[in-house]
């Protein structure tokens, strides 16, 4: 059990799940992960004899246990959650109660984390949050919550050098008189890189980027259908579908560095280099949104949120760095930033 003063971002205390209404429930095509107490708990539930196969069926621990990290819920062939209802809410919760949820399921999008300064980020990953954070045109603040957790919050350390270069780059993002792709390449050279590289290295990068991501459960089906590389048109189009997108991107951007602990990112040995993954990070947004059809705002909604799925909940940072060291390969430059 964790109780602390958490910093939240401010449209905390109004982010509500859309529960059964929700486009893309957030156990699509991601297979939830159980503590060691969990699982046991789970398995030895008292539950009717459907939920009980479901559960016999597809929780299985993993290969290599760890206590956090015990066994996963696996999803069925059409890539949901097996124990999601018809009506697409959770048979588990229904039957059973909150409580009987793991805790990813039970907080999830909200990520807490405690240490020399508690955070409470919530992930761009959900339909809900991105709907909340483009209901808003003011740059996203920050505020303190008293929360309370019902399991150990994992720590994470963060140093002042590291909160203030936070700092800066959520300010630096904030900027709507630029388009968002200046801001993130003024975020990446305040943190040392010196993005000198030629387009086509550039181009290399965001060539091979997709193809990393050709199995992902939710880039998948935007994939394929050709790249624009020009930045510049694709705001324009992503200006067209909301009319508010420097305001709207900037607030997504900053919650998700402050979802990912920016730029103390898992994998990623150096600020420079996280501020590389953000330049690219934006650069695949636009470049992937460029060829896609947005015939109303929900889709473009879908589109953010399964972007961001990726973008938080998979290995992004570890995978460009490869596909950068890959495109030095192939276009013989090399161009990773010089550290300062
Ligand atoms: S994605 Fe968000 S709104 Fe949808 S089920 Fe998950 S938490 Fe609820």
């Known amino acids: 059990m964790t109780r602390d003063t958490f910093l939240v971002p401010d449209y905390y205390p109004s982010f509500h799940c859309k529960g059964g209404s929700c486009r893309h429930t957030c156990c699509s095509g991601w297979s939830v992960t159980l503590t060691e107490d969990e699982y046991f708990r789970l398995e030895s539930l008292d539950l009717e004899k459907s939920l009980k196969e479901k559960i016999e069926a597809y929780v299985a621990p993993l290969p290599n246990p760890t206590k956090d990290r015990y066994a996963r819920i696996n999803f069925t062939y059409e890539g949901e959650c097996p124990l999601l209802s018809l009506r697409r809410l959770c048979r588990l919760q229904l039957k059973e109660g909150e409580n009987a949820l793991p805790s990813v399921c ?10 020399s300064r508690p955070e409470c980020s919530v992930s761009d990953s959900c339909e809900a949050l991105v709907e909340l954070l483009f209901s808003s045109e003011k740059p996203l603040a920050f505020r303190k919550e008293e929360l309370t957790f019902d399991f150990d919050v994992p720590k994470e350390e963060r140093t002042e050098k590291e909160i203030e270069l936070q700092k800066e780059a959520f300010r630096l993002l904030s900027r709507t008189e630029n388009s968002p792709l200046l801001n993130a390449k003024d975020v990446a050279r305040h943190l ?3 993005l000198s590289f030629s387009p086509a290295y550039e181009e290399a990068v965001l060539s091979l980027l997709p193809l990393s991501f050709t199995r992902s459960a939710s880039l998948a089906p935007y994939l394929g259908k050709g790249s624009g590389f020009d930045p510049r ?9 909301d009319p508010s997108f420097p305001n709207h991107f900037a607030r997504l951007l900053v919650n998700h560095l402050f979802f990912t602990g920016f730029p103390a990112l898992e994998g990623v040995p150096s600020p420079s280099l996280s501020g590389l993954v953000l330049y690219f990070l934006v650069r695949f ?39 950068l060291s890959r495109a030095e390969q192939e276009t013989g430059e090399t161009l990773l930033p010089t550290e300062k």
């Not at 039970?106 to 984390?113: D, L, N, T």
């Not at 060829?291 to 570890?318: C, G, I, K, L, W």
């Open 233 to 241: 048109k694709a705001e324009q189009k992503l200006s067209q579908v």
């Open 106 to 115: 039970r907080y999830y999008p909200r990520g807490p984390r405690e240490g």
């Open 285 to 323: 947004y636009e470049d992937l949104s460029y060829p896609q059809d947005f015939p109303t705002f929900d889709r473009y909604v879908d589109y953010t949120a399964d972007f961001f799925r990726m973008a938080e909940h998979s290995n992004f940072p570890e995978v460009l760095l490869s596909v």
């Open 192 to 194: 040392g890189s010196d």
